[in-house]
Nanobody, 126 residues
């Protein structure tokens, strides 16, 4: 079992930046691949970014909509994964969820993930 707690959301103007954090507890953090998803009002949850476990070479993977603007990183010593979001757009407005997976390498499908956080709201004003 692992618990995930997101933080860092808030209100920002278009073109601004935010850094989301996801703190994990309960089991060895480095044993999990990690991902970020988001869900806008009235829309389905969608994939944003993922990073594999160390034995998956800590490979990162991004949705086309965030490539070049978002950067995911993990700090295994702090049991934390980060999502640096730059050049934010109003369409990035959503609740952002952190997720963990037992798989070595994960992708864009929610079923690949075993644990989820409660989410943090990101609002980008135009």
């Amino acid at each position: 079992q692992v618990q995930l707690v997101e933080s860092g959301g808030g209100l920002v103007q278009a073109g601004g930046s935010l850094r989301l954090s996801c703190a994990a507890s309960g089991r060895t953090f480095s044993n999990y691949a990690m991902g970020w998803f988001r869900q806008a009002p009235g829309k389905e949850r969608e994939f944003a970014a993922a990073v594999s476990r160390r034995d998956g070479n800590s490979t990162t993977y991004y949705a086309d909509s965030v490539t070049g603007r978002f950067t995911l990183s993990r700090d295994n010593a702090k049991n934390t994964v980060y999502l640096q979001m730059n050049s934010l757009k109003p369409e990035d407005t959503a609740v952002y969820y952190c997720a963990a997976s037992y798989r070595a390498v994960v992708g864009k499908y929610a079923y690949e993930y075993d644990y989820w956080g409660q989410g943090t709201q990101v609002t980008v004003s135009s």
